[in-house]
C-alpha cells in the first residue's frame, strides 16, 4: 500500500525482469539443497545410473551390434543426456508457478519469470552436468572424439526448447485440470523412454516402425545428434527442421492457453481443491 513508484524506461526494465529471472532460477536450483553442486551431483548420478542400465542390457541382451560404429557409451550418453533434457524440462515447466500460486501475490513475480526461471535451470543443471561427465569419461577412462560439437549441442538445446513447449501447454491446462495434467506429465516422460529412441539407431528401424516413432520431436533430435556425434552415421529417417516447428507451434499454444488461463482464473479454484 505504501509504496513509491519508480518510473523505469524499457531497458531497466527489461534488466529488472532478467535479475529477477536469475534468482529465481538459482532458487529453483537450491530448492532441494543449500549448494547447487549437490543439485548438479544428484543429476550426474541419475545420468549414469541410466548410463550404466542401459549398458548392462545391451551388454545382457546382446543388442550392442545394433548400435553405431563407434564408442558404445558416447552412443548410449548422446541418447540419454537429450532424453533427460527433455523430460526434467517438462517436468520443471509444467511445474513452474502458475496464476493462482502463492507466489504470484507478490508484485515483482509472474508467471513469466518462474517460467524463464524454471527453463534456465533445467539448462544450467542439464549442461553442467553433461560436461561434468565426458570430461570425466575423456580424462579417466578413454579420449572421446565428437565431430560437430556445436551441432550436437544444438540439438541438446533443442531437445531442452520442445521441453519447453511441451511444459507450457501442460502449464496452461494445469488450473483447469490439475489431476489430468499431472498424471499425463508423468505417462509422457515414461513413454519417451522408449518413444524417443534412444535405445536405438533409427536407420536400422524397418519403415513401418519408423511411423511409431516419426511423430516424436525429441526422436528426431536425438537422432540427428548422433548423426554429428559420430563420423559413420547419417541420419536418414529424421528431419532437423521437424522439431524446430513443433516445439515453435507447442510454445505458441502454450502461451497463448496460458494468457487466456491467466485471464479466467479464480483463486477460489484452490480454495475448493
Not at 57 to 81: K, N
Not at 234 to 246: D, E, K, Q, R
Amino acid at each position: 500500500m505504501f509504496e513509491t513508484r519508480v518510473n523505469r524506461s524499457k531497458f531497466a526494465s527489461a534488466l529488472a525482469i532478467l535479475e529477477l529471472i536469475y534468482h529465481s532460477a538459482v532458487h529453483s536450483i537450491r530448492i532441494t539443497h543449500r549448494h547447487a553442486i549437490w543439485s548438479i551431483f544428484i543429476n550426474m548420478l541419475q545420468a549414469i545410473i541410466f548410463v550404466l542400465s542401459f549398458y548392462a542390457m545391451f551388454e545382457i541382451l546382446g543388442m550392442r551390434r545394433t548400435a553405431i560404429r563407434g564408442d558404445f557409451l558416447l552412443y548410449l550418453m548422446s541418447g540419454i543426456f537429450l532424453f533427460m533434457t527433455h523430460v526434467k524440462t517438462v517436468g520443471a515447466i509444467a511445474g513452474a508457478g502458475t496464476s493462482t500460486s502463492a507466489m504470484m501475490k507478490h508484485a515483482p513475480m509472474n508467471t513469466a519469470v518462474a517460467i524463464g526461471a524454471a527453463a534456465l535451470s533445467t539448462l544450467y543443471i542439464q549442461i553442467l552436468s553433461l560436461f561434468m561427465i565426458l570430461f570425466i569419461y575423456h580424462v579417466a577412462f578413454t579420449p572421446i572424439t565428437i565431430e560437430q560439437p556445436v551441432y550436437a549441442l544444438g540439438t541438446l538445446l533443442l531437445s531442452w526448447y520442445t521441453g519447453i513447449g511441451v511444459g507450457l501447454v501442460l502449464l496452461s491446462m494445469r488450473p483447469w485440470a490439475p489431476q489430468f495434467v499431472s498424471v499425463f506429465s508423468q505417462v509422457y516422460q515414461r513413454a519417451n523412454m522408449i518413444a524417443s529412441g534412444k535405445m536405438f539407431a533409427a536407420n536400422s528401424l524397418p519403415g513401418y516402425m519408423i511411423a511409431m516413432f516419426d511423430w516424436n520431436p525429441l526422436f528426431h533430435a536425438i537422432d540427428q545428434c548422433r548423426g554429428f556425434v559420430f563420423l559413420n552415421y547419417t541420419p536418414h529417417n529424421s528431419s532437423l527442421a521437424y522439431p524446430i516447428w513443433v516445439g515453435t507451434a507447442l510454445c505458441m499454444i502454450g502461451l497463448m492457453g496460458e494468457f487466456y488461463t491467466r485471464k479466467h482464473v479464480s483463486l477460489s479454484w484452490d480454495a475448493k481443491r
